[in-house]
């Protein structure tokens, strides 16, 4: 059973967000493919959660600076990775390059949005006006795993008496805002690790408490020689990630190495974290760890949900004595006047709290009725939902409506730019889908997946599965997965935008009716020369 989704070009599309890097690159494939384009955004500037409005002090990306670029316009960035600003500006300079800052409504917030026969009714409220409402004939959200800021808030246990701060790390966007003050950070992620080292630079005192370690990586690994690019952003190190689907599954790789040699795969991510670990200085051999405070509990790869890439400030502070580290459940700490007291007795002066930990993803502007109908499910009382998602994409039962960048990655740019061109194939109906039943099937068999390699309870955090999921959607649009001429650079290069520049050809060739695909050297191939060669000497 198959079946298409009428689209007609010209039709309009309402593009609700608060990811700025997301809409940039979809509004300019939707335009290129003829779509009349809106984007709501919230925030005063293009960037999302680097614009001015949400970046907190000190913040740089996570992966190297050229995994957050567009096909279209890449840049050398001798860094490596880039701070807030410079990401935001290459993000705007994009736009700009494009013509798409004429399609974007800043400063402008989604309140609801309403699914009727002839499309979607979108309420907005401009800032400092009134309500008004749009109609479209589709709609896509590209709100992005970063919206929902989630605090801890410490009612009940002393948030009435503070006389202190108690912000998210995404408010904290000001050095002044740190100065001089004691400050504690509760929890110990990318953003806790920024700013318990802005805080020991700037601050009286700088303490993190966390429930647990994360497993890091290091920018530079095998002895501060190799970039990491070449270590985890591969398809060879997704090789060694449990399967994620029986599509991609090799004959020589899964059948036979995975089967037989198990103990390969598990090596492998011992290695990398073992090396970081070494590189760090937060060994079980050092003496910064003791008490042993810092080594992860859990292992790569299944602690990649709340893994990261080390900032070596933060190690360099922390190495000075500069930052103290307190493992503790923040949740039973209690809040005095000018105290963060924990479960043990133990008192910290505190003049500023700062909640790094995280967001949570839900959508207010959406009905009860509507989640319901596109089967999300709540999986707390504080809002935040399981989505299932046909290829991370397309929600079930509700059609003319489509989601990018909801399952955070390590290459979440790379993973949108293709996602927006599954979404107007889609739109355009040049994208065959399968039954409704198989669709419900792949997401939820999708979801349950995730859920199980991560621990991740929205079943949708993709982490290291870039390459994966990208064939996955390459495979809808009936789209060769390999972007390269050969199988070496195919598997030992980084995974980067340059892959898919010509996507926007592929797909217009294929929609012509002409062939898409091209030469592959493949393994099978060098065996088979391989093997003539060694049939040619015998014969001599």
Known sequence: YQRRVRGNKGYAICVCSRCGFLWS??????????????????????????????????????????????????????????????????????????????????????????????????????????????????????????????????EGRGREVFKGELLHSSQVQHKDQLANKNVVILGLGKSAFDIAAAAASHSASSTVLFRSPNPMVVRKGMGNKVDIRYLAFTRFAEAFLPLWRKEARTWLWDSIIRKYFPGLFENFWQNISKDAADTLGISHSSPLTSPLVLPPEKALPGAFLHAGIAPPKFFEMLHLNKIKLIRTDPNSAQLLPDTVQLQDGTK?????????????????????????????????????????????????????????????????PMVSSVQSHLVSEYFLGRLVLPSPEKMRQEATEESDFLQQAFGDPQGSFIGPYVGHLIDDLMRAMGLPTQRTSNFLSEMFFPLDADRYASLADDRSRKARGEAVQRFYFSFSHLLICVFCVFLICLLL
Request: hydrophobic share 40%.
């Open 25 to 154: 690159f979809f509004a300019k494939v939707l335009k290129d493919d003829g779509f009349e384009v809106t984007v709501f955004e919230k925030n005063s500037e293009v960037g999302g959660v680097w614009s001015k409005d949400t970046a907190y002090v000190e913040l740089c990306t996570q992966a190297p600076y050229r995994l957050y670029m567009f096909p279209e316009l890449t840049l050398e960035n001798d860094k490596g990775y880039a701070t807030a600003f410079e990401t935001q500006q290459y993000f705007e300079q994009y736009a700009k390059k494009f013509n798409i800052l004429q399609c974007i409504q800043l400063k402008t917030k989604v309140i609801s949005v309403e699914n009727t026969s002839e499309g979607w009714e979108v309420t907005v409220e401009p800032e400092g006006k009134e309500r008004r409402t749009h109609n479209f004939d589709f709609l896509v959200v590209c709100t992005g795993p970063y919206n929902n800021p989630f605090v801890i808030s410490f």
């Open 348 to 412: 910290l002066p505190a003049d500023l709290i700062i909640s790094a930990t995280g967001y949570q993803q839900f959508f207010p502007f959406l009905s009860s009725e509507l989640q319901s109908r596109m089967s999300f499910s709540k999986i707390n009382n504080k809002g935040a939902i399981r989505m299932n998602l046909w290829k991370a994409t397309i929600p079930l039962s509700v059609s003319r409506i489509a989601f990018v960048g909801m399952g955070a990655s390590l290459n979440s």
